[in-house]
């Protein structure tokens, strides 16, 4: 595993619509699909870029995910026929800062219309790996020499990618690529338009379900895999506890672990999340050590049968309702 994506990697009511689920689990499925049809073609990096992408583009996009339904979208490296897909595409979407080897194919490609969802609202640094957790002393000097060799760009590197976890920053996102497609394919710009306008409405739902549906709680903490949750969390007056930092393959340190525990009684914690995508045995092992619960909280990174749900929506709903146990919710 190289620097760049250990420090990246982790790396918004109703159900969406039967046309974008189904389109998007046919075309993510066949690659050969993408490139010089009649409609707007368009390549997506994972799920939540391919969900923007089919549900603002409706009836006149053809989209593929250039990850696989049920792979881990970290782990993604791009084939030689995924990079003919892209120089085909009329645009790609994707989120730069999460999957290095589709950045790097993305800037590659002669494609017209490149559309960084990264760039359409505004990453945060939620850098919440084990060591945030040392303690106090020597902070201030270690941040000093950051500075000194280079701060801003171990910064921008850290910048936490899982704007889709937030609603409201997921519709922002909605906003700009529904710009980028009545720009790329003026045809269409009054339906892209109307099916940007439709999605951001049911995100603002969204975000108001887990406004009212978080804000009388018994606990604000819950304790993560890892790091994915940092805007929701900011986003509804939580806290998270990830085990694990940013990178979901990373192991804590027995250090971390004690901390956990303690913690876990200190602040009422009642569960340990893991998600689809990883395995779940830190957060088992934890849980069953400081004699807590576990149960799923879905980053979203892909779709699979182990989903708590068909589509973005339902998913989200899902890890809403897991929230509301886990934390106590009145």
Request: glycine share 8%; with cysteine.
């Amino acid at each position: 595993m190289n620097v760049r994506r250990r420090l990246i990697s982790a790396t918004a009511v109703t159900a969406a619509t039967a046309l974008g689920l189904g389109a998007l689990s046919a075309c993510s499925s066949d690659s050969a699909a993408t490139g010089n049809t009649d409609k707007f073609d368009v390549v997506a990096s994972f799920y939540p870029m391919a969900f923007l992408a089919e549900q603002i583009g409706g009836d006149h996009a053809n989209v593929t995910s250039l990850t696989e339904p049920g792979q881990e979208p970290h782990d993604l490296e791009i084939s030689t026929k995924q990079r003919a897909q892209l120089e085909e595409a009329d645009a790609a979407l994707y989120l730069k800062g999460l999957q290095p080897a589709v950045d790097e194919a993305v800037s590659q490609t002669g494609i017209k219309t490149k559309i960084d969802a990264a760039g359409l609202t505004t990453l945060e640094d939620h850098g919440s790996t084990e060591h945030d957790h040392a303690g106090e002393e020597g902070h201030a000097e270690e941040e000093g020499h950051a500075e000194e060799k280079g701060h801003a760009e171990e910064e921008e590197h850290a910048r936490d990618p899982h704007i889709w976890l937030d609603p409201v920053k997921y519709a922002e996102v909605a906003e700009g690529v529904g710009k980028a497609f009545e720009k790329a394919d003026p045809d269409h710009a009054a339906d892209y338009k109307k099916n940007t306008a439709a999605l951001v409405k049911k995100l603002n739902d969204l975000n108001g379900e887990f406004e009212n549906g978080l804000k009388d709680t018994k606990t604000k903490v819950f304790f993560t895999n890892h790091a994915a949750f940092g805007y929701l969390a900011e986003r509804y007056g939580l806290t998270q506890e990830a085990i694990s930092g940013l990178d979901p393959e990373s192991e804590p340190s027995a250090a971390r672990v004690r901390e956990l525990q303690q913690e876990a009684k200190a602040d009422g914690v009642t569960t340990v999340f893991y998600e689809t995508l990883v395995s779940d045995k830190t957060a088992k092992t934890l849980a069953k050590d400081a004699k807590l619960k576990t149960d799923v909280l879905d980053p979203l990174e892909g779709i699979t049968d182990k989903s708590r749900g068909d589509d973005y929506f339902q998913v989200m709903e899902a890890n809403l309702k897991a929230l509301r146990a886990a934390l106590g919710a009145k």
